[in-house]
């Protein structure tokens, strides 16, 4: 199985901040990586397909990139509707794998 | 509007089984994958099954192989989950998802 290994587990953060969350993939996934936006007692929410393209909808603060076998998602200038937990998942092979979340809160 | 209704959940004694639907609207069902993902309490998100447009493949996390099925109704646009043998660990809220959308989820608890 392909191992997403996700950091940092939590964040604390201002208003205004950059924040990079990454994911690590332990095999080649290409760019079949998405990440989600999960809100409390919420379902996922789609904010990157394709490792780097923009779900409509979702501002564009949010981006994604690759480096290799690291994947990365940033906000720039953090807002307080960003609050919430980060997963990256890889849908390149089954069994689909998702990282082990992000929580980001702020300060 | 792009909808996912997931129904069928609740309370169930181990090594028993339950039924989970999700009512597919707003897309035309039959020229999509689909998903089945669940998330126990408090914890991460996490692959269960997925099935191809026609429903004619069928992929499992190993850990529900041969005790889940999942199947689909094209002309329903329903998508289905059976869940036989049900054990402790197969407590969650299990989401149908389309990858962009998802349902509000079903929680399912199987304790005696």
């Known amino acids: 199985d392909i191992q997403m290994t996700q950091s940092p587990s939590s964040m604390s953060v201002s208003l205004g901040d950059r924040v990079t969350i990454t994911c690590r993939a332990s095999q080649d996934i290409g760019n079949y990586l998405s990440w989600y936006q999960q809100k409390p007692e919420k379902s996922p929410k789609l904010m990157i397909y394709g490792a780097t393209n923009l779900e409509d909808g979702v501002p564009s603060r949010f981006s994604g990139s690759r480096s290799g076998s690291d994947y990365s998602l940033t906000i720039n200038s953090l807002e307080s509707e960003d609050t919430g937990i980060y997963f990256c998942l890889q849908h390149k092979q089954y069994p689909w794998t998702f990282g082990g979340g992000t929580k980001l809160e702020l300060k | 509007e792009v909808q996912l209704v997931e129904s069928g959940g609740g309370l169930v004694q181990p090594g028993r089984s339950l039924k989970l639907s999700c009512a597919a609207s707003g897309f035309t069902f039959s020229n999509y994958y689909m998903a089945w993902v669940r998330q126990a309490p408090t914890k991460g998100l996490e692959w269960v099954a997925s099935i191809t447009n026609s429903g004619g493949s069928t992929y499992y996390r190993d850990s529900v192989k041969g005790r889940f099925t999942i199947s689909r109704d094209n002309a329903k646009s329903t998508l289905y989950l059976q869940m036989d043998s049900l054990r402790s660990e197969d407590t969650a809220t299990y989401y149908c998802?389309?990858?962009?959308?998802w349902g509000q989820g079903v929680m399912v608890t199987v304790s005696s």
């Open positions: 998802t389309r990858g962009a959308y």
